[in-house]
């Protein structure tokens, strides 16, 4: 899990995890179904996030998104 980010993904990676999932599931979706979502996601999360952020130690990297937490945490 160290090397979790939340950047956003690649054309490549997007295009891979839509069909992976379209073939899955038998649909046809979209990347911008996926995105809406996301998008929906963080907003309605970002100030139980920041409670979290402050409270538990952990910290993300502004640059690369990278999440850090010390090992004791992980265990």
């Known amino acids: ?3 979790y980010t939340l950047k956003n993904s690649t054309a490549i990676c997007r295009e891979s995890m ?3 999932f379209n073939h899955a599931f038998n649909m ?3 990347y911008g179904f996926f995105k809406n979502k996301l998008d929906e996601f963080k907003k ?3 100030k ?3 409670t ?3 409270s538990t130690g952990i910290s ?3 640059a690369t998104s990278m999440i850090y937490a010390s ?3 992980w265990n």
């Open 71 to 73: 090992d004791a945490w």
């Open 18 to 20: 839509v069909e992976k």
């Open 52 to 54: 979290l952020m402050n």
């Open 28 to 30: 046809n979706i979209s």
């Open 44 to 46: 309605k999360n970002y």
């Open 48 to 50: 139980r996030w920041k």
């Open 60 to 62: 993300v990297d502004s």
């Open 1 to 3: 899990m160290n090397n």
